[in-house]
């Protein structure tokens, strides 16, 4: 089957130009202007803008295990429906991904039956305990893109450097959940005024930081590739900034909540605004703004946790740590940073596209021929509201609940397979 995509505003080596594309067999064969090939299938994009398919390598699918909140049909369609086609999934599901066998049960169901690609990351640690390295070797002939105990720290120093050693052995990156526990404690949010203010234990800058610190200098022994996730204070951005500055592999991504919320959106006692890492000051806010805008954050990643309705509505210090976010990214980061002129559309086009498929060298992220036609169409003068009914995922924790934000995906193509498609 053939699909001529015309008329619409593609994004191209980090510019946007007039372009159309043809997509025969799943790849990209021509990205031209005014192309007159025939086509099986031709989308009018006039007044849109084409952007290659989103990536985001932080994503709990919850399967296995827990597919009553998530399971990887839902979240790959909650991924179609805000222009994701390729996710990364985290190991911490039940059992952990920490053998061949469940990295082959992702792998199998997402292929027969997903709506975007999904990549599998490897437990760091045998069932993320940080007591004993995972099988990283056989995960790896099994096709893992990294390891990670995410939702976990290891805490144990002599470990980490162990398993930055062993993971190194192997060309896997290790992707890490910066947390000292024993600064972390019982915190339900930031450690600062809003917690003295509710009452609530909090969770201070410095739980992330010393692990950043940690790590960095683990990785600079070892010459292993570092990725911090979900940064979230000033300080850690800048231990970031000078581990680049010095050439280490050290990398980090930002989420879109991060970016956009502080810890005085928990302030009405709702619990879609309870995650981890906590939402900080506006100062950290800030200096995640410019770290993406300078690069030193690399890319942008969801880390889409899904909650059944049970485990979120109830007491603040009761309900689990996380939240949606597959279906909210864009248009929350549209709405609230580039339509202020705040971030340019071409940074956040770049940290959700080829910037996380380089990190971890995945095929996907750029519109150029040969490559598969993973694509995105968005009408940016378009709105998205986002109530329950019109949510994908099983699960409808978000702060933007029954929000309308600027921007609609109109089209989502995972190699010239319609896998979303907007009613208009």
Known sequence: ????????????????????????GGLIKKVAKHLEDKADQVIDAAGMHVFPGFTDIHVHLRDPGQ?????????????????????????????????IATVDYIQRRAKDLGYARVYVIGAMTKQSAGLEISEMATMKSGGIVAVSDDGRCVQNSKLMLNCMRYATNFGLPLIVHAEEESLSGKGQIHGGKVSSQLGFTGIPALAEEVIVSRDIML??????????????TARSIELVRSAKDRGLQVTCEVTPHHLLLTEEA???????TKMKPPLRTEKDRLACVAALKDGTIDCIATDHAPHADFEKVREFDHAPFGIIGLETAFPALYHNL?????????????????????LLGLPSGVLKTGMPADVTIIDLNQSTTFDADSILSKSKNTPWLNQTLSGKVIWTLLEGKVTWQAEQ
């Open 338 to 358: 580039v339509k202020p002129g705040i971030v340019t559309l071409e940074r956040v086009i770049q940290a959700l596209t080829s910037a996380p498929a380089k």
């Open 1 to 24: 089957m053939t699909t001529l995509i015309t008329n619409g505003t593609v994004y191209l080596d980090g510019t946007f130009k007039p372009r159309d594309i043809l997509i025969k």
């Open 67 to 99: 597919t009553y909140k998530e399971d990887i049909v839902s979240g790959t369609k909650a991924a179609a429906h805000g222009g994701f086609t390729s996710l990364c999934a985290m190991p911490n599901t039940d059992p952990v991904v920490d053998n």
């Open 219 to 232: 990785a600079e022994n070892t010459k292993s590739r570092l990725h911090i996730a979900h940064i979230s």
């Open 266 to 272: 928990c302030l009405n006692f709702d619990t879609n």
